[in-house]
């Protein structure tokens, strides 16, 4: 789920799934979305109804008259990526995990606003090539302004890999068109070939400590990393990797020690499984303290199997791409050559990190990291230069070997 701050992801993520996504103290007080939020569905078709009104998430038929039970068709993970301006780097790590993604635009809103055309340009840097365009709050405005919204739509992904797009209006408050919105996703959106057989790894997004405080010493649970299987397969009792680890000072200097642990129990869509392979989000349970995982701390690393995964990063050498005009910025601004000892953003993955222009040729670049990243030669790097007090997405780079 990406778009423009307030153009309703969080709601409706909880009108398909039935979760509110936003649980974090801070998020609720300011009524926007901080971290990436996580929620599971099964989509669900009745065998005697019509399309799209077959389309449900319910395991009877809501139609009037008809009250059959629906046939499960496949499960699906939903993300719910933050719109703030401030919160790119989080959209990003979250894109990067994605198979597609549901772009929505207010239709009581002009389009494109800033972030939404942000999100765009991200989507395809990342390579999400399947997008569904979802016109949200149709019952705020007539019509007449709806048709004229969509044809602003239309009008905005002229000429972009998502021309195609489907678009589709929805109330996602007053739960109005879900069942179209389900069967455009089923339509565009569908399930990838997975590498199964390939070495297990794992892009972390969330990490957390899921005791309460007071939690007596012999009762606590290990720590808990959220994100989602990229190819391979893991298993309960399996001896795993993170990588680049965890961070340790000596003398001054920090360094990154990778970290082993036991994998003591696997979680998706809310229930214990003995197995997990690519697709949806997963919950690692690991025998890890729960003091190193707290907070989102290994957010951003990479598990895998000891000793298979690929290096990680202190600087890299990157072939670099950069856009003519700078995204998200309310003003035409061109991209500026990138300056010797500049600072940039760097989203590899699901990591976040900082980058110092370290060396300068023509189309590369080399980038001194503040915090290393675990990544394979040939992995995208989207860039954003701070720009005012924002973070601004100038381009991407590949990184060379």
């Known amino acids: 789920m990406v778009g423009h701050v307030d153009h309703g992801k969080t709601t409706l993520v909880e009108a398909i799934t039935g979760r509110w996504t936003d649980t974090h103290s801070e998020e609720i007080k300011r009524g926007i979305t901080i971290r990436l939020g996580y929620a599971d569905a099964e989509f669900r078709k009745c065998p005697k109804c019509p399309e799209p009104s077959c389309f449900t998430t319910k395991d009877i038929c809501g139609n009037s008259g008809c009250g059959e039970k629906t046939a499960l068709v496949r499960k699906v993970s939903f993300v719910d990526a933050p719109g703030h301006e401030s919160l790119m780097a989080t959209m990003l790590s979250g894109a990067a995990i994605m198979d597609g993604a549901l772009l929505l635009i207010a239709a009581n809103e002009k ?104 939690t007596l010493p012999e ?35 920090s360094s990154w020690t990778p970290i082993q642990t036991k994998l003591v129990g696997l979680v998706t869509g809310g229930s214990s499984v003995k197995a997990v392979s690519p697709g949806g989000s997963i919950g690692m349970l690991t025998s890890l303290d729960p003091g190193v995982v707290k907070a989102d701390t290994l957010a951003g690393t990479v598990v895998g199997l000891p000793d298979k995964l690929p290096p990680v990063w202190h600087e890299l050498k990157t072939e670099i791409h950069l856009l003519e005009r700078v995204v998200g910025a309310r003003d035409e601004l061109v991209v500026e050559p990138m300056k010797q000892g500049e600072t940039l953003m760097l989203n590899v993955n699901s990591s976040a990190t900082v980058g110092i222009v370290a060396e300068l040729k023509k189309g590369a670049v080399l980038l001194r990291l503040k915090l290393p990243v675990c990544a394979e030669a040939g992995s995208r790097v989207t860039l954003s230069r701070l ?10 780079g590949i990184i060379k070997a």
Not at 226 to 241: C, D, R, Y
């Open 111 to 214: 389009c494109p606003q800033p972030q939404t055309r942000e999100h765009l340009m991200a989507l395809q840097i990342v390579g999400i090539r399947n997008v569904v365009i979802v016109q949200n709050k149709i019952d705020l405005v007539s019509s007449e302004e709806a048709v004229e919204n969509c044809n602003q739509i239309k009008a905005f992904v002229k000429g972009t890999p998502y021309e195609a797009a489907p678009v589709v209006p929805i109330s996602a408050q007053r739960r109005i068109n879900i069942d179209a919105l389900i069967e455009a996703i089923q339509r565009t959106i569908p399930t990838p070939e997975r590498k199964k057989e390939a070495e297990p790894m794992m892009l972390v997004a969330r990490s957390f400590d899921i005791n309460r405080p007071g």
């Open 219 to 253: 009762k606590l649970q290990g720590g808990v990393l959220g994100g989602t299987v990229k190819q391979g397969a893991f298993s309960v009792g399996q001896v795993i990797e993170i990588r680049p680890g965890r961070r340790t000072e000596k003398a001054g200097k």
């Open 387 to 396: 720009l005012g007090s924002r973070w601004r997405l100038i381009g991407y």
